[in-house]
Nanobody
Framework: QVQLVESGGGLVQAGDSLRLSCAAS????????VGWLRQAPGKEREFVAS????????YYADSAKGRFTISRDNSKSTVYLQMNSLKPEDTAVYYC?????????????????WGQGTQVTVSS
């Protein structure tokens, strides 16, 4: 069982930056992958980025490439999502989630452990 708690959301203006944090606790396996996913009002939940908890490899959705950076600090059991050049279309509830498939996946239904979500609102 893995417990995830997000923090760092808020209201920002277009072009601003924001860093989300995801504190992880509980049993972890060598196959753990932690991702950030988001859900905008009226839209389906979508993949943003993921990181291999052990190896550190990363994978991004096209919408995140070049603007967002996912990273992890094993000593703090925390995963971060640095978001730069934010756009109004980035407005959503951002979730930290984890799966143990042993590879990156953009499929939201493979993530079995979820945080409660943090709201990010970008005004124009």
């Amino acid at each position: 069982q893995v417990q995830l708690v997000e923090s760092g959301g808020g209201l920002v203006q277009a072009g601003d930056s924001l860093r989300l944090s995801c504190a992880a606790s509980g049993r972890a396996s060598s196959n753990d992958y932690v991702g950030w996913l988001r859900q905008a009002p009226g839209k389906e939940r979508e993949f943003v980025a993921s990181v291999d908890w052990n190896g550190g490899s990363t994978y991004y959705a096209d919408s995140a490439k070049g603007r967002f950076t996912i990273s992890r600090d094993n000593s703090k059991s925390t995963v971060y999502l640095q978001m730069n050049s934010l756009k109004p279309e980035d407005t959503a509830v951002y979730y930290c989630a984890a799966h143990q498939l042993g590879t990156h996946s953009v499929r939201t239904n493979v993530y079995v452990f979820w945080g409660q979500g943090t709201q990010v609102t970008v005004s124009s």
